[in-house]
């Protein structure tokens, strides 16, 4: 496994290292070890699953309101996506940046996105499936969000026309 930074203060790009033979490969996803050490949350208090039945479904984007803020491993695990996180803290140098990459079953990619960032995805085709290891349990009183499309933040989606929920379309623009 390869941790490589992203321009975005404490987001970071996991790459696997297989090891392969006749049978296939074989690769760590995630090690305790190596997160503490680069200073990333090694917890992992839930996981998740979106199966998204549609090409363009943009689903974000979301984050968790203090004092239950999460960070998240992301993985495409069946199909392909455009990964967005954008950073919220009020004291990070990267403050309302976006940081966008393509995940899919054939890069085996992940992201490493930290607590106070939202984050969100379109599915670049049908069936596609992205997995989710949370540092923090559900608190849905502390669920939030930003408008996908907000003119603050500029972010380039693949595809126009997303298909969305009634929630992601009615976040509120930020202040």
């Known amino acids: 496994m390869r941790l490589e930074p992203l321009p975005l203060a404490g987001a970071y790009l996991l790459s ?22 680069h200073g990333l949350s090694p917890v992992v208090a839930q996981c998740n699953v979106s199966w998204n039945r549609h090409r363009g479904t943009l689903r974000g984007l979301h984050y968790q309101a203090a004092p239950h803020g999460e ?32 995940l899919s079953a054939e890069n085996r990619l992940a992201v490493y996105i930290p607590e106070g960032f939202a984050h969100g995805f379109q599915s670049l085709v049908d069936d596609t499936e992205v997995f989710y290891q949370m540092s923090e349990s559900y608190h849905p009183d502390l669920a939030r969000g930003v408008r996908w499309d907000d003119p603050a933040l500029g972010i380039h989606w693949p595809l126009a026309e997303p298909i969305l929920s009634e929630r992601d379309r009615t976040y509120p623009l930020l202040p």
Do not use: H, I, N, Q
């Open 71 to 102: 960070a998240k491993l992301v993985r495409c695990t069946r199909g392909a996506v455009w990964d967005v996180m954008v950073d919220l803290r009020d004291e990070s140098p990267t403050r309302l940046k976006w940081y966008g990459v393509g």
């Open 16 to 37: 696997v290292s297989p090891l392969e033979d006749a049978r296939g490969y074989f690769a760590r996803t995630f090690c305790r070890d190596e997160f503490t050490a």
